[in-house]
């Protein structure tokens, strides 16, 4: 049948085409600033989509529209086009190439995955952080990889709580850093509409995320109320919250600023107020900052020993911590009332 | 290759008399409605009257139309929702809805919009119009449970309405636990009642689907001769017959677990949140091949006539349709790669997603190369379709970078997630709507759409389109999560041009609205077959007569044989083969 004519027109098209969406793939500046490890990963992973969109963007819109003004009927022509029912190597041909361009996306993908950490979400010992928050943790059903649909459904908890290693869903370790413990680990708490972060090893309890720069740092997710998600866009990283089932993040951020916390899982009426903020620091910065509210801490908890937090409600409870969570005092008295648990009183 | 089977088919086997040929039918008991079907005795209605619209009919032409009309009514519903959220993301406070009230006009929003638009009007509007049109048949297999299916449909839409007095359901169309165990019990189980419905009319009408095709064709009909758009109905009801029943157990368990003191999906007491999310989106990726499957279906009908162009690769895009039916039902956990979802998981369904694009790319490319050497008419119909193809574009790249896990971990749940679904659903199945009832106005009614206004309603729409969606991709890499009623002051900007956008396909309506209402009443009268059409729905009189055919049309030829069979096309290219 008919032959796809190859003129040096089209050749040239082709190149034009090519290096124009080549182009595009590398300057669009559609996506924020990079602040993790992972984040120039996933850029570099979407340019090359970016790439192969914009050619293929150009490609068919640009047939469409050829076609489209070309073979507009004439006036007064009331004859049928061209009797052409189809061509196999045509057919082929759009089947195959697709298929191989995607085949090269999910080998990429695949590849992009595990250099970020995500095929390492559970080399981590649950046992040595037993402070605080992770309590909530600790009466989680263990989460059998091969089968978490029909294990966890039923009585199976009892059993697996005190299995030593738990696994957990999300972002582990890189390659690089694999079989090492994190240097700073912060237990990350989500409830309506706030996020708390414990840092078990010094015992401090924030609104805010504070993280040295260049320190490989990892955060146990988890939710006391409804489910959350933890994204800083400027990580590239999202992980829910997940009452019930701890998962993970693992990064290292590569840029000190001031980035926006965000929740992406609809939470109930103020989920879009429900911000906090991650700021990286030089690792001196984080130290003191560390020190300070050990003290200041320490301080209050002589003042609260006589008033145990969980008998007041939530909102009175978590009043001074309002201005370090982003939220102002009205949302508060939204929250859930029984929602926050033991976790809360560390 | 194709051409040649083509040919072969049409002429073999054709001449089947009269009687052969109702003895076949006759076969199926159920095949004609009682009380319509042979004992003339009992003389029916040439047509149906007005009023006749508004009760337990079972002639399935009345069933499609009441379809379409409920289902347009709802979308008037759900688009307001939408106007009233643009209103307020017009700006970042929460200033304009009380963002309860905004949570649940976002939740009734994308369920109207789902299971009371797009299903609805695709699947229950032009699917039982026209299949058994199509197929020569005199009615649905099944016309009782056929008009029963349609009635499921208005409660269901009524419920969901009666339930804003109880503050509504405000948990998205996910409706997720333990969120919507603890949010407004009474609007939730509202929510989930209503939802149930839809999904026994959607399983009752898909069994109907697939015997009518299967087994009600006019004997003389081979299978290469069947519309594609019965393929995609064949594909659509299977699908649905799989998937349905899984989200129908997913939320009747919800619905124990708020009403009854169960705990399935309560964490503090052993349940587990993450079981519904796969209950859920089982059901529900296939869901959107149901929105979008008749669609591509009606695509591959208005394409070929509107260009006067045999469908190229009618083969290909038959079986591509299964294809996409097939692979759709492993690719669900796409939508929750950030869950609670282990690293196999995450790549396993990363790469399922990734090759359902082949199959969806081959239908693209199959109605762009029918474009090829065409005699394209600018109807308002191909204007549609058209545009629908490049929207898809747009909707299907996007799509394919959110099927991989890595990119996924950053914008899912973002406005990036809202402006993709939109170019597909809105773009894509929307438009497809649009086209169908430009194209098949005429055989539903009698009368003519006012073509000029149609073009009006294009273009605001097209515009309106990108306007409302295209901005939203940029705000979602840019780190804007989607469901929010407020946000941050840096997205300001995008988020007016969103908003302007919806303004413009607010008034797109306008004249679509008054002009079918106009048309319907009054309209130019319309001819047997106004676009020159091969399908049998074109060969009864518009409207069709109540039992589609005072003798059963014979099938000579496919449904796009243009150019072929004693037609003529202009240039000498024509196939030199004659047919033997
Ligand atoms: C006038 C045109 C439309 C406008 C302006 C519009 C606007 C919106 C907005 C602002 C949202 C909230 C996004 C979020 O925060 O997640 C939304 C959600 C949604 N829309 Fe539309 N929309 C339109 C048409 C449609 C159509 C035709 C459909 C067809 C199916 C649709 C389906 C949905 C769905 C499924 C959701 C998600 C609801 C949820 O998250 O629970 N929309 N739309
Ligand atoms: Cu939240
Ligand atoms: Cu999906």
């Known amino acids: ?346 | 290759m194709t051409k040649q089977l083509v040919r072969k088919f049409s002429y073999k086997r054709l001449i089947l008399t009269d009687e052969k040929r109702f003895m076949a039918q006759a076969q199926l008991p159920l095949n004609t409605p009682p009380g319509m079907s042979g004992d003339s005795a009992k003389e029916h209605p040439k047509a149906w009257k007005w009023y006749d619209y508004f009760t337990f009919n079972i002639d399935h032409k009345v069933i499609g139309i009441q379809y379409l009309v409920t289902a347009f009514f709802f979308y008037l519903i759900g688009g307001l929702m939408a106007m009233a959220m643009r209103a307020e993301l017009l700006t970042p406070d929460s200033d304009f809805l009380d963002p309860t009230l905004y949570n649940a006009f976002l939740t009734n929003h994308g369920t109207f919009m789902i299971f009371l638009w797009i299903v609805p009007a695709a699947i229950g509007g032009f699917g039982n119009f026209l299949v058994p049109l199509m197929v020569g048949a005199r009615d649905m297999a099944f016309p009782k449970l056929n008009a029963i299916a349609f009635w499921l449909n208005p409660p269901a839409g009524a419920i969901l309405l009666a339930s804003f007095f109880f503050g509504g359901s405000q948990t998205g169309w996910t409706a997720y636990p333990p969120l919507s165990l603890i949010t407004n019990n009474i609007g939730q189980s509202m929510w989930i009642l209503s939802i149930v419905l839809v999904g026994t009319s959607s399983i009752l009408g898909s069994v109907n689907f697939v015997i009518t095709i299967l087994f009600m064709r006019v004997p003389s009909m081979q299978l290469t001769q069947v519309p594609l758009f019965c393929w995609a109905m064949l594909a659509t009801s299977v699908l649905a017959l799989f998937s349905t029943p899984v989200l129908a157990a997913g939320l009747v368990l919800l619905l124990f677990d708020i009403n009854f003191g169960t705990s399935f999906f309560k964490p503090d007491a052993g349940g587990n949140v993450i079981i519904y999310q796969h209950l859920f989106w089982f059901y529900s990726h296939p869901a959107v091949y149901l929105m979008i499957l008749p669609i591509f279906g009606i695509m591959s009908e208005i394409i070929p006539v509107h260009a006067k162009k045999p469908i190229f690769g009618y083969k290909a895009i038959a079986y591509s349709s299964l294809a996409i039916c097939f692979v759709g039902l492993f690719v669900w956990v796409h939508h929750m790669f950030t869950s609670g979802t282990p690293p196999w998981m995450r790549m396993f369904f990363t790469i399922s997603t990734l090759i359902v694009a082949v199959p969806t790319g081959v239908k693209i490319f199959g109605w762009v190369a029918t474009l090829w050497g065409g005699k394209i008419r600018y109807t308002t119909a191909m204007l549609f379709a058209i545009g629908l193809l490049s929207m898809f574009v747009i909707g299907g790249i996007s799509g394919v970078t959110l099927g991989t896990a890595p990119f996924d971990l950053h914008v899912h749940d973002t406005y990036y997630v809202v402006g993709h679904f939109h170019y597909v659903l809105f773009g894509g199945s929307v438009f497809g709507i649009y086209a169908g009832i430009y194209h098949w106005f005429p055989k539903m009614t009698g009368r003519m759409l006012n073509e000029t206004w149609g073009k009006v309603h294009f273009i605001l729409t097209f515009i309106g389109t990108h306007l409302t969606f295209l901005p939203m991709h940029e705000l979602g890499l840019q780190g804007m999560p989607r469901r929010v009623a407020m946000y941050d002051p840096q997205f300001i900007s995008l988020n007016q041009i969103c908003t302007f956008g919806s303004i413009l396909l607010g008034i797109s309506v306008i004249p679509f609205f008054f002009n079918a209402l106009w048309s319907w009443m009054y309209g130019e009268k319309a001819s047997d077959n106004p676009w020159d059409g091969l399908s049998l729905e074109w060969t009864t009189s518009s409207p069709p007569l109540i039992e589609n055919w005072e003798v059963l049309p014979v099938v000579t030829h496919g449904p796009y044989d243009y150019g072929m069979n004693g037609r003529s096309a202009t240039t000498d290219k024509a196939p030199s083969e004659s047919v033997s």
């Open chain 1, 1 to 346: 049948m008919k032959q796809i004519p190859v003129s040096l027109l089209t050749l040239v098209a082709g190149v034009v085409i090519a290096f124009f969406s080549l182009w595009v793939g590398q300057n669009h500046h559609l996506l924020p600033e990079q602040a993790s490890e992972q984040a120039p990963l996933v850029d570099g992973f979407f340019n090359v989509m970016v790439t192969i969109a914009t050619a293929l963007f150009i490609v068919v819109q640009g047939a469409i529209l050829i076609f489209a003004i070309k073979y507009r009927k004439p006036k007064d022509d009331d004859s049928d086009g061209l009797p052409i029912e189809g061509n196999f190597s045509v057919e082929i041909f759009w089947t195959a190439i697709p298929a191989l361009i995607v085949i090269g996306l999910g080998i990429y993908s695949v590849e992009v995955y595990r250099a970020m950490g995500g095929f390492d979400p559970a080399g981590y010992e649950m046992i040595a952080h037993h402070h605080g928050a992770s309590s909530a943790i600790a009466k989680m059903p263990g989460s059998a990889m091969a089968a978490p649909i029909i294990a966890d459904s039923e009585g199976t908890i009892s059993e697996t709580a005190s299995a030593p290693v738990e696994k957990k869903y999300g972002i582990g370790a890189t390659p690089e850093e694999e079989g090492k413990a994190a240097s700073l680990v912060v237990d990350v708490t989500a409830m309506q509409y706030a996020w708390i972060f414990n840092y078990p090893d010094s015992g401090v309890t924030s609104g805010e995320l504070h993280v040295p720069v260049g320190k490989d740092v990892l955060l146990n997710i988890t939710a006391v109320d409804v489910i959350h998600s933890f994204w800083v866009p400027q990580f590239r990283l999202k992980q829910d919250a997940i009452p019930g089932q701890p998962t993970q993040l693992r990064f290292v951020a590569i840029k000190e600023g001031d980035f926006p916390i965000v929740c992406t899982e609809l939470c109930g009426s103020y989920h879009g107020g429900m911000r906090a903020r991650a700021i990286v620091e030089t690792p001196e910065k984080f130290d003191s900052w560390i020190t300070e509210n050990q003290v200041a801490q320490q301080q209050e908890s002589i003042q609260t020993v006589a008033t145990n937090p969980t008998d007041l409600p939530t909102s009175e409870f978590l009043a001074p911590y309002t201005k370090e969570m982003g939220i102002d005092a009205h949302s508060l008295t939204h929250l859930h009332p029984g929602a926050i648990v033991s976790s809360m009183s560390n």
